[in-house]
């Protein structure tokens, strides 16, 4: 009996270890996994005396769920723009008190007042990027890349990696034939679908994280890649490079929100305004090889950044892409019944 | 989200429950004049109502409503065609689903039946191998069998996906096994990307829970049973086949029980070493649910595989009546 | 030569089952990042680890949780054997069928539906909702190992110690706890050892706000697992392997006293 009180009290003591007494202030930020440097938080916590705990989320839509399920668990999330556009019809957004953050003022202004949040009122752009493929030089060349063509190209069977994300690899094909990404036709959305089916045979695996690992590894010749993935990629093995086709591409903006049900509301702005500061985003931005929209920061990063085509595209690559807009639930569901029937395409 | 919200009646269900198992507890007092012991597993009856029953039967509510909650059977048509919404929602836009060649969508039939024969093939892998190990490792003159148990047993406390992604290093194409074949000038095979490799992930995961079972049983039959055989004239593939296999059925029965369930909602594996080519039906239950945001029917995809399992149980317990194979225990 | 293939067949398997693991610790004194580069021989992860709050702090709920799940749920579990062993046929078959369930299920769909009940609810879900899940699925395991060392013992020593004035307390403690203690301590392990490496309902009755390890290695898993994680499961399995050699040492002294 008493070896198992002493278990017990072991126990208790082992529980509280894992609940520190928290009279402490917190925010709590949910984030891409590896989507920031996390020393910032050290910085942050030196100097307000705020606590960072940070939860990781994979995919949009797992965060969605997430976040409606788990009220108030959530001060800080980063969802893309399309994200950010059905949150706020889903009244699950709170207005960001633009007075505590004056480091707005840094952010790009082509970046803002875009159609998921028209006036500012919800959201921070954190990042930016595009979309396009990774290809390894030595196996193909500048410009049979210059179309999505390439990834129906029966010479690289079993050479490509598509993404595992509904509404990029959807959206490339719906480019590649000459369509709208945001378009709501269901006759070009069964045609995209009939093309992804047609590729299947020629696809090594569908997915998304993974990606930029194996293409170091030289496990395939072509990947279609976020643009922060294909800089990563790019740095560790220099026969790589990315392009954005000339049928045009998505270009996308995750940005900063604070739930409605954040507990920490003043917290998580003190937080944003630290992370639009220009020292902090240039960090951010050196750390994850995303293209940032902080002007500030891009001012001190120089050259380095401004030169670099991947990191910094040009006009006319934006030019060519498009933005997501969000999906009424009607049309999501057709979308959804036919991406099923491409994952599940023998 | 609205299909979350508890109806007024679900708390109140769950209130009167809870009251009702307090009188019935009070009322077995007072007859029996105090404790027996079958009151000792009152606690753990309450436990099970209330974790494993409530939320079953919150699985079959959301699977028989719709998203505000009225009865439908849509989400049963929804697994047996996968296009049912779609084409409902296209029809209300103005299109007609049969022009456009959206006949009936088989992925969600067809993902079943995938997982089943990919769990059928699993199982009898791990029985192949599994089987004449437990043998050897349960022999009266193998002295190393308890140590064998042990080192069986260790891999399984790894964590399962890091075993999972270190088989991923393995198999790639500039992984471990490609390097070393091309050394021996065999050149590069594509070994991951597909079923087989999936496969082979599942086999390595359930491999010990088909040999623990057939071990113990074999390990605590009685010896002097198959030397009597031997004795009375039997060579030694009649013992086998006569006395020891027999007797060993126990084992097998509940060793298949154990792989074979877990396999057939296998999840995870067919994302990392298939390259997300073919879902499994944990995949597609998951990405219901968690991507896709699609409760009710997630739901009743659930409870599918829920009564698919618990008929394969019955008819294993036609097998085994006693359960005497017990667990890995 | 029978006895050498046999050996050799064990071998093969064995070297089945440890393969993956070998290169697991191999990676994790890698020096660079990336699982598919060997840039040589480090210790970095191994010095990242202690200095990595999120690991720590999941290592220290995934060591919590076991143990509490552990020792609840072999309370629970072996209360409720006894119980059950006494019961009338009837009822005895229906709490076993009802047992059989959570062991039968699905982990996707037992999680799912755990899920489901807290949110239903309204329970944040968090530490003690993952803790009530583990427990719920490690306590018929713990029934099962503790129910044949109640048919083995003697019917009725319990009712001759209650006759010879003992209370029901007292005759559990002293009657037949002892007995049955060896099914008590499989299960416990058992249990502790279901709790540790489970993933599944972990995933679906968590909040991301806490982790254990396996929830922690999947939401890395896409982005790139960093060694750090191969550098604690290499600890891990040492520490194991240690303890278990060291187990094995004083089991087989105490065979050769005896």
């Known amino acids: 009996m008493k070896k198992l009180s002493l278990v017990l009290a072991l126990c208790l003591v082992l529980s509280a270890c894992v609940f520190p007494a928290s009279a402490e202030e917190v925010v709590n930020i949910y984030n891409w996994y590896d989507y920031m440097d996390e020393s910032i938080f050290e910085d942050f916590y030196k100097e307000t005396g705020i606590k960072v705990n940070c939860m990781y989320f994979t995919t949009n839509e797992d965060m969605m769920v997430q976040v409606r399920v788990s009220p108030g668990a959530y001060d800080v999330v980063f969802p893309s723009e399309y994200c950010v556009e059905r949150m706020i019809k889903e009244d699950l957004l709170a207005e960001i008190n633009m007075e505590n953050v004056p480091n707005a003022q840094y952010i790009d202004p082509s970046l803002l007042g875009g159609a998921h949040d028209p006036e500012n009122k919800y959201s921070i752009p954190f990042m930016w990027g595009t979309v396009g493929i990774l290809y390894d030089t030595t196996k193909v060349t500048a410009e049979e890349v210059s179309s999505w063509g390439i990834l129906w190209d029966e010479k690289y069977a079993d050479q490509i990696f598509m993404m595992d994300s509904i509404r990029d690899t959807m959206g490339l094909t719906l480019k590649y034939l000459g369509y709208s990404m945001n378009t709501r036709d269901p006759l070009q959305l069964k045609e995209a679908t009939d093309k992804l089916i047609a590729q299947k045979p020629l696809v090594k695996a569908y997915q998304v994280d993974e990606t930029k690992d194996k293409m170091v590894n030289g496990e395939a010749a072509l990947a279609v890649v976020w643009s922060g993935d294909a800089l990563y990629a790019m740095d560790l093995n220099e026969n790589l490079d990315y392009s954005v086709p000339q049928e045009g591409s998505n270009v996308w903006v995750d940005a900063v929100v604070i739930p409605k049900t954040a507990k920490n509301k003043e917290n998580a702005e003190k937080f944003i305004d630290f992370l639009c500061r220009p020292d902090i985003a240039q960090r951010n931005c050196e750390y994850i090889w995303y293209s940032s929209p902080n002007t500030g920061a891009i001012e001190l990063m120089g050259e380095d950044y401004t030169e670099n085509l991947a990191i910094n595209p040009s006009q006319d690559i934006i030019d060519r892409c498009e933005w997501f807009q969000d999906i009424p639930e009607n049309y999501m569901t057709v979308y959804n019944a036919l991406w099923s029937q491409v994952k599940n395409a023998k | 989200m609205s299909n979350l919200q508890v109806p007024a009646w679900g708390t109140w269900v769950m209130l009167v429950g809870f009251v009702a198992f307090i009188v019935l507890l009070v009322i077995y007092f007072k007859r029996n004049h105090g404790l027996k012991r079958p009151i000792f597993s009152s606690p753990y009856t309450l436990w099970i109502i209330v974790f494993t029953i409530v939320p079953c039967l919150l699985i079959a509510y959301y699977a028989f409503t719709d998203v505000n909650g009225a009865f439908t059977l849509d989400n049963f048509k929804n697994f047996w065609d996968s296009n049912y919404d779609m084409n409902k929602e296209l029809i209300a836009m103005g299109f007609n689903p049969a022009d456009m060649g959206f006949a009936r969508g088989t992925v969600n039939v067809d993902t079943l039946g995938y997982s089943l024969w990919m769990a059928f093939l699993c199982t009898v892998i791990c029985l192949v191998l599994g089987y004449p190990t437990a043998h050897i490792m349960a022999e009266r003159d193998f002295k190393l069998g308890p140590t064998l148990v042990v080192l069986f047993v260790i891999p399984m406390w790894m964590n399962f996906l890091l075993r999972t992604i270190a088989w991923m290093s393995l198999l790639e194409d500039n992984g471990l096994i490609n390097g070393l074949l091309e050394w021996l000038g065999i050149g590069k095979v594509q070994l991951m990307y597909n079923s087989g490799a999936v496969l082979l992930g599942m086999v390595y995961n359930y491999l010990p829970f088909m040999v623990f079972p057939i071990y113990n049983v074999l390990n605590k039959m009685d010896y002097k049973l198959s030397e009597a055989a031997m004795d009375l004239g039997c060579d030694k593939w009649k013992t086998f086949y006569k006395v020891t296999l027999p007797l060993s059925l126990p084992g097998v029965v509940s060793g298949i029980t154990m792989v074979f369930m877990p396999a057939v909602t296998t999840f995870f594996i067919p994302r990392m070493l298939g390259g997300g080519n073919t879902e499994m039906f944990g995949d597609l239950i998951e990405r219901t649910f968690l991507t896709a945001n699609n409760w009710n029917v997630g739901s009743a995809l659930s409870m599918i595989m829920m009564v698919l399992i618990l008929l394969s149980l019955g008819l294993l317990r036609k097998v085994d009546p006693e359960g005497e194979g017990g667990s890995m225990i | ?258």
């Open chain 3, 1 to 258: 030569m029978m006895k050498f293939i046999k050996r050799f067949y064990l071998s093969i398997i064995l070297l089945f089952l440890y393969v993956p693991i070998v290169v697991l610790i191999v990676q994790s004194f890698n020096a660079g990042k990336s699982r598919a580069k060997w840039e040589g021989f480090s210790f970095r992860w191994y010095q990242e680890l202690f200095n990595d709050p999120a690991i720590m702090q999941a290592l220290y709920v995934t060591i919590s949780i076991a143990i509490l799940a552990a020792i609840v749920s072999t309370i629970l579990g072996t209360l409720a054997a006894i119980g059950i062993h006494a019961m009338q046929k009837r009822p005895q078959s229906l709490m076993m069928t009802l047992t059989n369930i959570p062991m039968t299920m699905p982990d996707i769909v037992t999680g799912i539906s755990l899920m489901l009940l807290f949110i239903f609810t309204k329970v944040e879900r968090g530490y003690w909702t993952m803790l009530l899940a583990h427990i719920t699925f490690d306590t018929p395991y713990v029934i099962l190992s503790v129910l044949p060392k109640l048919k083995q013992m003697n019917k009725h020593s319990y009712e001759a110690a209650l006759d010879l004035g003992a209370t029901p307390t007292y005759a559990l403690f002293h009657v037949i706890l002892p007995e049955i203690m060896p099914g008590v301590i499989t299960g416990a392990m058992l249990a502790f050892t279901l709790s540790l490496d489970d993933f599944t309902i972990s995933y679906f009755t968590t909040s991301p706000l806490v982790q254990n390890l396996s929830t922690l290695i999947y939401s890395q898993a896409r982005k790139g697992i960093k060694p750090t994680m191969n550098a604690l499961s290499a600890l891990m399995f040492m520490a194991l392997l240690l303890l278990l050699l060291v187990v094995n040492r004083r089991s087989s002294k105490t065979e050769v006293k005896n």
